[in-house]
């Protein structure tokens, strides 16, 4: 299945080189069969905007709904496609993400490449799934929330497991 999505504006070259790493990497959506294509024309139609927003900003759009406070959220009935990430939790990780000591990456790329795939995923048509404990979690589970031993390990890769299935 082809996906196209745009990186918008305002995010910068650094962070938009960062989401491509992240959304192409062999551990991503492509291992599971998405073909994921960024479109860089403005004029061309795309499946997916990624946008990165601040807390303001965020509060002003999805603030009515207070159990998305501090989130990052996809909505699925635009179109296309809208996925904002907050920017808060992209530069700083949510205290409740705990690093996962056995992953390659330090704490903010694990966070980062979990928040834009787990965006993606929904993106894609998956729903949020449940923890299970003793490995690592699913990357459609609400990880910001929190992770650990005790909960699952911190995984960014749909790959290792999308959705506990």
């Known amino acids: 299945m082809?996906?196209?999505y745009r990186l918008a504006r305002e995010i910068t070259e650094d962070q938009k080189k960062r989401m491509r790493l992240y959304l192409h990497d062999t551990r991503g959506?492509?291992?599971?069969?998405?073909?994921?294509?960024?479109v860089t024309d403005n004029r061309r139609r795309c499946d997916v905007s990624v946008h990165l927003l601040e807390a303001t900003e965020m509060d002003r759009k999805y603030g009515q709904f207070g159990h998305l406070k501090g989130m990052s959220i996809t909505d699925?009935?635009?179109k296309p496609i809208r996925i904002d990430l907050h920017a808060t939790n992209w530069f700083v990780p949510?205290?409740?993400?705990?690093e996962n000591?056995?992953?390659?990456?330090d704490r903010l790329a694990q966070y980062q490449a979990y928040v834009i795939n787990h965006e993606m995923g929904h993106a894609l048509g998956y729903d949020h799934s449940k923890a299970v404990a003793g490995g690592p979690c699913a990357v459609m589970y609400q990880q910001t929330r929190g992770t650990g031993l005790a909960v699952c390990e911190a995984n960014a890769?749909?790959?290792i497991n999308a959705d506990n299935s």
């Not at 959506?29 to 960024?38: D, S």
């Open 157 to 159: 890769w749909p790959s």
């Open 2 to 4: 082809r996906f196209r």
């Open 94 to 98: 949510p205290a409740a993400f705990a």
């Open 76 to 78: 699925r009935g635009a």
């Open 101 to 105: 000591p056995d992953a390659a990456e």
């Open 29 to 38: 959506w492509g291992a599971l069969g998405y073909e994921l294509r960024e």
